[in-house]
T-cell receptor, first 113, second 113 residues
Framework: GNSVTQMEGPVTLSEEAFLTINCTYTATGYPSLFWYVQYPGEGLQLLLK?????DKGSNKGFEATYRKETTSFHLEKGSVQVSDSAVYFC????????????FGDGTTLTVKP | EAQVTQNPRYLITVTGKKLTVTCSQNMNHEYMSWYRQDPGLGLRQIYY???????DKGDVPEGYKVSRKEKRNFPLILESPSPNQTSLYFCASSFDGVYYEQYFGPGTRLTVT
């Protein structure tokens, strides 16, 4: 079956530091890839997505590129802010088993002033 | 406002007492899904529905039932809850469950004693 592996957390950074959260996946066919963010006490919300190889998703300074050759979708941001503190989830939706979604375990990011 | 609503938000119950968690979306989405979130395990899919009257098992369906009689509603039923179903539950909806992102409800925190 499909699987998503995220880099283990938690991650603690100082404000303005560079962020990378690694995400690799295993899936048949050509899945769509997503990053979701969860703030304390809330549901998940979409951060960015990519639906085919070499696509780059971007939003609010975050970026991730769909790399089929390395089955990866790493999340990056050049300069984090305290307000970026949250839990980040990498996820995939497969087109060969439409409807099934697989999420990573989540990475908790804390940004200190 | 486009949203997914869940009720109740918090529930404490006893083993074996049937309960239903409601989920409703106002975005005319075809796809709906239920997840549970447990520490260190990320989000795991319980059931999903690609359309009215069409439901399928996710990764952890044991002990749960769902129905999709109307497009906007997707209730989660626990007919005989057990303590291992204590968790945080999220309902989500999407245009198609593959290429489009999911919109999540605020979550239902369930405790089974």
């Amino acid at each position: 079956g499909n699987s998503v592996t995220q880099m283990e957390g938690p991650v603690t950074l100082s404000e303005e530091a560079f962020l990378t959260i690694n995400c690799t996946y295993t899936a048949t066919g050509y899945p769509s890839l997503f990053w979701y963010v969860q703030y304390p006490g809330e549901g998940l919300q979409l951060l960015l997505k990519a639906t085919k190889a070499d696509d780059k998703g971007s939003n609010k300074g975050f970026e991730a590129t769909y790399r089929k050759e390395t089955t990866s979708f790493h999340l990056e941001k050049g300069s984090v802010q305290v307000s970026d503190s949250a839990v980040y989830f990498c996820a995939l939706s497969g087109n060969t088993n439409a409807g099934k979604s697989t999420f990573g375990d989540g990475t908790t990011l804390t940004v200190k002033p | 406002e486009a949203q997914v609503t869940q009720n109740p938000r918090y529930l404490i119950t006893v083993t074996g007492k049937k309960l239903t968690v409601t989920c409703s979306q106002n975005m005319n989405h075809e796809y709906m899904s239920w997840y549970r979130q447990d520490p260190g395990l990320g989000l795991r899919q319980i059931y999903y529905s690609m359309n009215v009257e069409v439901t399928d098992k996710g990764d952890v369906p044991e002990g749960y039932k769902v129905s999709r009689k109307e497009k906007r509603n997707f209730p989660l039923i626990l007919e005989s809850p057990s303590p291992n179903q204590t968790s945080l539950y999220f309902c989500a909806s999407s245009f198609d469950g593959v290429y489009y992102e999911q919109y999540f409800g605020p979550g239902t925190r369930l405790t089974v004693t």
